[in-house]
């Protein structure tokens, strides 16, 4: 893929809606991605559109929302999605790329589709919020990893330390956003002293170490499917449980989680204890060893390496490439 695979990044456009995403915080892969792109210096960047097998906007939608809706009076995505269709209209009005494939060889980080369905369609939906319930296709789209990025760095540390040295069952502290954390705190909150569920980290504690002294590290759903604590959970060594509903994983068409995580929908929150303790101790041990050899996939490198992070997110649209069908040319 990498000697061979070319992407063209659209031109059109100027800060702060295009060409400009965040590089620190909660959604900062998309920033990253971006720039990755935009500085020109992967061998994955096409020098001319007519090289290229796909074909990126590089819209940054957080920084739309940033801009367009501070203060959040009178909030729609109406109009976010107008001003994304609006950028379609001219790259398909100026090129014959969109026009040829419909589409179906470009992508955008992340995707919308309501306000014209049939511009959207085909084409290729990079997004953290990989909810099948909200017309996510995993044929089609590609699930994005989200990654809390501190100013400063490329992602969480790493703390990884052996089973014998792990001696907190399960560990979650965050705040009770969407209904899947109601469930967990009605059910786990500071009741329990092998899982140890917080919505306030205590004074005493420090968040990655306690990832790191966990056999088992909670990543539930918040208001999306999404959550930075599976990538921080593997970058502790930490066995992520996925408790979420309709989620589709990063990366599936390549990794099988279910030989490194353990998936707990909504109507078994309350079971979680019983479940881990039916883990056998092999099975755990066969899972946690399998976590530590996740880190690469996981970790930002600038410029991108292969195996990394955005490599892989490069290798899944390639993927998802090698389905489209392009007319033949008319002799």
């Known amino acids: 893929m990498e000697k061979r695979f070319k992407t063209w990044t659209y031109k059109e456009g100027d800060v702060p809606l295009v060409h400009y995403g965040p590089v620190n915080n909660i959604y900062a892969i998309e920033g990253q991605f971006l720039d990755e792109l935009e ?20 819209i940054s939608i957080t920084r739309i929302v940033q801009y ?7 909030y729609t995505a109406n109009y976010l999605e107008r001003l994304v269709t609006d950028y ?5 009005d100026k090129y014959p790329y969109w026009n040829r494939s419909s589409g179906a060889d470009h992508f955008l980080a992340p995707g919308i589709s309501t306000v014209t369905p049939d511009l959207y369609k085909n084409f290729i939906r990079v997004l953290c919020n990989a909810n099948t319930s909200e017309r996510f296709h995993p044929m089609r789209d590609i699930s994005l990893p989200e990654v809390n990025i501190p100013p ?3 992602g969480p540390p790493h703390l990884d330390k052996p089973p014998n040295h792990r001696h907190i069952l399960a560990f979650f502290v965050g705040r009770e956003s969407g209904y899947m954390r109601t469930l967990l705190f009605n059910s786990w909150e500071e009741n329990d002293n092998e899982i140890q ?15 790191a002294d966990g056999r088992f590290c909670l990543c539930p759903s918040g208001w999306e499917v999404a959550s930075p604590r599976i990538v921080e959970a593997i970058a502790a060594g930490c066995v992520p449980v996925i408790i979420s509903d309709y989620y589709v994983l990063p990366f599936s068409e390549v990794l099988d989680w279910s030989k490194f995580s353990v998936h707990v929908p909504s109507n078994k929150i309350s079971e979680i204890k019983r479940i881990w303790k039916a883990v056998p101790i092999n099975r755990y041990l066969e899972m946690q060893k399998r976590v530590r050899q996740l880190p690469r996939h996981f970790v930002i490198n600038r410029p991108a390496k292969p195996y990394d992070l955005l490599n892989m997110i490069f290798h899944s649209i390639w993927l998802r490439w090698l389905n489209v069908r392009l007319p033949l040319p008319s002799s």
């Open 68 to 74: 367009m809706y501070t203060p959040p009076v009178n």
């Open 88 to 92: 379609v209209l001219v790259i398909a």
């Open 152 to 154: 400063g760095k490329l």
């Open 39 to 58: 500085r020109g210096k992967s061998q994955l960047v096409a020098h001319h559109p007519d090289e290229a097998h796909v074909f990126y906007l590089p």
């Open 197 to 211: 569920v917080y919505e306030h980290l205590p004074r005493n504690k420090s968040y990655s170490e306690s990832m």
